[in-house]
């Protein structure tokens, strides 16, 4: 497995899409600490970017890079080699390559600017879990979904359903379920809906480090008391943890059942 994750890598570090995405990230960075002064600012802005792209990108790249090396894949799998090992390697190549983009990217120009110097340091670090912790989740439902789907016009059609449910339906449907059953107590529903939601929890847990969450009203008070504990804060790493694990652990038994 390690072989095939460092093969996947390089050659993902190799493409230009790769490039393309840390150069980004990385222009985004310099362009925010020229307008902004405030690190904590900056993070606030990058934390409405990456809660929506980096979902996005980890979702396209992972299903483009399944059906553009299926010829690859159909080689190794004439090898003694278990199928496990060579989607898993397939799949952490992608999200570590995805990850190091993001985490370079954004880091290169906020180290420069004096982060260690900031008491910024901690959101910014938890900006990157989070951001991390997408990446790995959204490319293993990526995975999921290239597996289930040999007609490609359909894996990318239900990957990015997959993304505009989970960063924009879901957060609708979510709110309408609050306001039509407004007249009854909806605390732990509300804690139980946003863990269901990687993304929303993500985007939970960083207001809460950057102690805005007096704008969420009464719902935030709530999620405060929760989220803004030790406890809570453990919850929420291992929700993402499971979101992480449970299409890892698809991604094993359909690759052993599947027909290639």
Known sequence: MLKILKYSFYDLMRSRWSYVYFAFYLLLGIVLLFLNNDLSKAVITLMNIIIVLVPLIGTLFGVMYYYNSQEFTELLLAQPIKRSSIFLGQYLGVALSLSLSLILGLGMPFVFYGLFESSAIWDFSLLLITGTFLTLIFTALAFNIALSNENKIKGFGYAI????????????LFLMTLILFEDYPLDKVS????????IDLSRTLILLKLDISALLGYTGAVFKQFFGTKFGFSISLVMLTIWVMLPLL?????SKRKDF
């Open 161 to 172: 359903l997959l993304w505009l449910f989970l960063a924009v339906i879901y957060d609708g």
């Open 191 to 198: 804690l139980i809906g946003t863990m269901l939601n990687p």
């Open 250 to 254: 698809r991604i094993i038994f359909k």
